[in-house]
């Protein structure tokens, strides 16, 4: 047998266990229960580089990147989120009308290769980029998309492990099983995690992603939370947003070629833990941590087809990707919260009755994206402290616009010097003063009372002078606000 029919041997032979053992994409712990998959772990039947044939190599996949924010420089911004084990950028693609500007929008990720022998996600995701580019001004939407969201892509999130053809990275470390992990306690730290997954965790503390994907080969299914089981076994384990998530992995098995058709898994998606449970995974953590709702897609069968193929999958996915992204801005509560006495924008909680999960509006815009499944009826309650709750029923056909306008908490403090001094400033010390004068039962000579009133007197007069600075105001007309 010559070489070549040698690697052949081994891809026909990789193609064979990854139609028996399908559950291999995202891996599960290789105990006796399958035992067919560490057949697959790396050294066994590992594919030969030529496997590789018409990807991309990483060199290759850098330049595509590069070659993109210049050529689509006006609506993208080119950035690294860190490095791999063995040095490489972890290079994202922003494609947005205002890339790098933050603005009252939700954002959504991509990220491919995050297991470096499954690369098809890496092609697709440049072919994404591409395809916005040469389309937002005449497909409609395409341009919905980089208006309305600001979309971040990371086409691989493994290098090394790609440069290797294995699954995991050049530490030879799972990086779907290297995130904290709800079932391990009070483990949210970077300590002692892999570079490629701390650059993870750093992004999701710079960017509030409202929801993101994964791409994963291996099989043909849109996979959501939760991912793991407290049971450690096999069983349907819902998490708060449930809905949500059979909503979004339907948006995207509904819009592919053929996933929808799935015999194996019905309507083509399948909660995590119903399929095999798994710790440490990258999604989970996203919507427990940042309350992303992220979804691990397993976008093919086979985890190399050859390379020739590439186009046609790209067009299976196509509408999938485009209409996965578009939900985030399509779908679902969002708005902007202020507060009543100075139009200050307020980075409050946005509940949803009867959804154990709470989002936040984001520090600065307080613009928040609550993703919900469409026609149905919710309560939205908005949450400050220091301020009043306010909660408002909507009936949600697909998308509503809904602002919030809470009220302090402190009314009777804030009235009495609203009415000392017509500005809305407040102080500790102006606080001090007011709460002496609010006891009556003080006894105190008719001398402290008049320096007192004197003192405050100059107070006031000196704040009023200098009236706190950005008072800004609501500006949009928005069709509903609470
Ligand atoms: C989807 O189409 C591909 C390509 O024709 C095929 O290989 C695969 O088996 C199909 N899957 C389903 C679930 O129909
Ligand atoms: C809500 O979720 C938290 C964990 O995020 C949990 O501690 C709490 O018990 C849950 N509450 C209910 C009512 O399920
Ligand atoms: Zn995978």
Redesign the pocket.
């Given at each position: 047998m010559s070489w070549i029919r040698l690697s052949e041997f081994a891809i026909i032979l990789l193609n064979v266990f990854s139609i028996i053992y399908p559950a291999i994409a995202r891996g599960g712990e290789y105990t006796s229960q399958f035992p067919g998959r560490h057949l697959l772990d790396d050294g066994d039947s590992k594919p030969s580089a030529d496997v590789a044939k018409g990807y991309m190599s990483n060199a290759e996949l850098e330049n595509a990147i590069m070659a993109f924010g210049e050529r689509c420089s006006n609506i993208s911004r080119i950035y690294s989120i860190g490095r791999s084990v063995g040095g490489l950028p972890l290079w994202v693609m922003e494609i947005s009308d205002n890339p790098g500007r933050e603005e009252p929008e939700p954002a959504f990720k991509f990220i491919g290769n995050v297991h470096g022998d499954e690369p098809v996600g890496r092609e697709l995701l440049i072919l994404l980029a591409n395809w916005l580019c040469d389309n937002y001004v005449k497909d409609p939407l395409a341009k919905f998309i980089v208006e309305n969201v600001h979309l971040h892509i990371l086409p691989s999130m493994n290098p090394d492990g790609f440069a290797l053809r294995k699954r995991g990275n050049a530490k030879n470390v799972d990086l779907n099983r290297d995130f904290p992990d709800q079932f391990f306690s009070n483990n949210n730290v970077e300590d002692g995690r892999q570079p490629e997954t701390k650059a993870i965790m750093r992004w999701l503390r710079r960017i509030q992603f409202t929801a993101s994907a994964s791409l994963h080969g291996g099989a043909l299914v849109a996979n959501y939370p939760w991912d793991g089981t407290q049971s450690k076994r096999r069983d349907y384990y819902a998490c708060?947003d449930d809905e949500t998530f059979r909503y979004l992995a339907g948006v995207y098995s509904h819009s592919h070629y053929n996933m929808s058709l799935s015999k194996e898994f019905p309507e083509g998606i399948t909660n995590g833990a119903a399929w095999y449970p798994i710790y440490g995974g990258m999604q989970d953590w996203n919507y427990?941590h940042a309350g992303c709702l992220e979804l691990t897609l397993e976008i093919s069968d086979n985890k190399w087809p050859n390379a020739s193929e590439l186009p046609t999958i790209w067009e299976y996915n196509r509408m999938s990707m485009l209409n996965l992204v578009a939900t985030v801005a399509k779908n679902g509560v969002h708005g902007r919260i202020f507060s009543s006495d100075n139009g200050k924008p307020l980075p409050a909680s946005i509940m949803v009755e009867g959804i154990?999960?709470t989002m936040k509006a984001r520090v600065g815009l307080a613009d928040y994206h609550r993703l919900l499944a469409p026609k149905m009826k919710y309560e939205v309650k908005a949450s400050m402290p220091g301020y009043k709750s306010k909660s408002t029923a909507v009936m949600l056909e697909n998308v509503t616009t809904l602002d919030f306008i809470l009220d302090p908490e402190a009314g009777r403090v804030s009235k009495v010097l609203e009415t000392a001094c017509d500005c809305t400033g407040t102080t500790k010390s102006n606080l001090e003063v007011v709460d002496i004068l609010a006891h009556p039962q003080l006894e105190v000579s008719l001398l402290v009372v008049v320096t007192l009133a004197f003192l405050l007197l100059l107070l006031t007069r000196k704040f009023c002078l200098n009236p706190p600075k950005q008072r800004q105001l609501p500006v949009s007309k928005r069709p509903i606000i609470v």
């Open positions: 708060p427990i154990n999960q």
